[in-house]
T-cell receptor, first 115, second 120 residues
């Protein structure tokens, strides 16, 4: 079983709509959760991270974390064509574990915002 | 701003050649990583290093080795390049969540621009 799962998409939304990207993870001890955006041919860039249950907002982006249900989501409000990219979810495991040095990545969700 | 610099953006090598991919970071990060990324397979960890001269295998270390002689530099070596190593290679660095204290708890990975390697 993959440790971090994302719907690969493609997900298409009209310009101005809310895009909702979801991610589930298998390790209950996971501590920190990251969302990266990757444009075609480019390297991933960090959008935001979250580590507490609930919502965290940064501009048009909102990350939502539910540790009991083991999912994390990213909402993009007022979606723009420039948001068209692949969105990667990444998870860090329990802090005292040696593997906490690593992030485990999902395979990404491809988002297309239609003008 | 963290800067992670990969020495080459595009590289074309022949089968059997020894290939060096270099990565330098300027933020005194303890951890450095090498990933490869292929369509449909996502990011796969090849090797990482959490200190100078320390290395650990990732998920797909076969056919690769690494070197970390200085804290800021992490090299990926393909001893004898093969066509199935054609890929995008991404270097990343981060603070250590184990030693960096509270502020590093949520330390993300910072990626370089990537090296697109083609082995013919």
């Amino acid at each position: 079983q993959k440790e971090v799962e994302q719907n690969s998409g493609p997900l298409s939304v009209p310009e101005g709509a809310i895009a909702s990207l979801n991610c589930t993870y298998s390790d209950r001890g996971s501590q920190s959760f990251f969302w990266y955006r990757q444009y075609s041919g480019k390297s991933p860039e960090l959008i935001m991270f979250i580590y507490s249950n609930g919502d965290k907002e940064d501009g048009r982006f909102t990350a939502q974390l539910n540790k009991a249900s083991q999912y994390v989501s990213l909402l993009i409000r007022d979606s723009q064509p420039s948001d068209s990219a692949t969105y990667l979810c990444a998870v860090r495991q329990f802090i005292s574990s040696g593997s906490a040095r690593q992030l485990t990545f999902g395979s990404g969700t491809q988002l297309t915002v239609l003008p | 701003d963290v800067k992670v610099t990969q020495s080459s953006r595009y590289l074309v090598k022949r089968t059997g050649e020894k290939v060096f991919l270099e990565c330098v970071q300027d933020m005194d990060h303890e951890n450095m990583f090498w990933y490869r990324q292929d369509p449909g397979l996502g990011l796969r960890l090849i090797y990482f290093s959490y200190d100078v001269k320390m290395k650990e295998k990732g998920d797909i270390p076969e056919g690769y080795s690494v070197s970390r002689e200085k804290k800021e530099r992490f090299s990926l070596i393909l001893e004898s390049a093969s066509t199935n190593q054609t890929s995008m290679y991404l270097c990343a660095s981060s603070l250590s969540p184990l030693t960096g204290g509270g502020r590093s708890y949520n330390s993300p990975l910072h990626f370089g621009n990537g090296t697109r390697l083609t082995v013919t």
